[in-house]
């Protein structure tokens, strides 16, 4: 059997080595690194973003088909009026890192804010938008495309929500997306807003 040995440029340690061994890191869909606790601009990559929201299953997969962060973003932008568009594309952006933690978990993990508020921080600061303020209208139409989607995707779940108090779903029935095509719609609608 042959002695496998190290290549000669691994066996250096370089100072962001000596970060990485250190911090928490999640590994992305284009092999980038990016540190949860210190996140850098330079580790932000649309195209990680739209991959992980894409391929990520809303209500932590309690759903009666596959339904993504990727769609459920493109929804509420649909709702909110043009200037808010690019805002309300990125208004979960950081679930592509993070995970999209269901509401009664993060209530339970107030440091997951934290964290949270800083890549989201980081993000827009990358796309050059404000994302640690979302307006109200991008709140709004988060609240609605909620309750559609808890209607459309959630048969099962008869009870009433106390944060949907006065909330009314869209008429139009959820048709869920496979995750390339929800992949490609974000990126596209990325391209869209920053052709703009």
Known sequence: MPTLRPRPETTRTTLHDRHTMTSPYVSTFLGNRFFLTSPQIDDV??????????????????????????????????????????????????EAYLGDMVKPLKQLFPEFGVIEARVMDIIGQRFAIDLTRLDPA???????????????????????WSYLKGIDALPDIIEPMGPQAAKEAFLQAFRNLSAA
């Open 138 to 160: 991008i709140k709004r139409a988060d609240m609605v495309a909620l309750a559609t989607e808890k209607r459309d995707l959630m048969p099962y779940s008869t009870e009433a």
């Open 45 to 94: 990559a649309i195209e990680d973003i739209a991959h992980g929201l894409a391929y990520q299953c809303r209500f932590n997969g309690q759903t009666s088909a596959f339904y993504s962060v990727a769609q459920h973003s493109l929804m509420v932008m649909s709702l909110v009026p043009e200037p808010l568009h690019f805002q309300a594309l990125l208004h979960d952006a950081a």
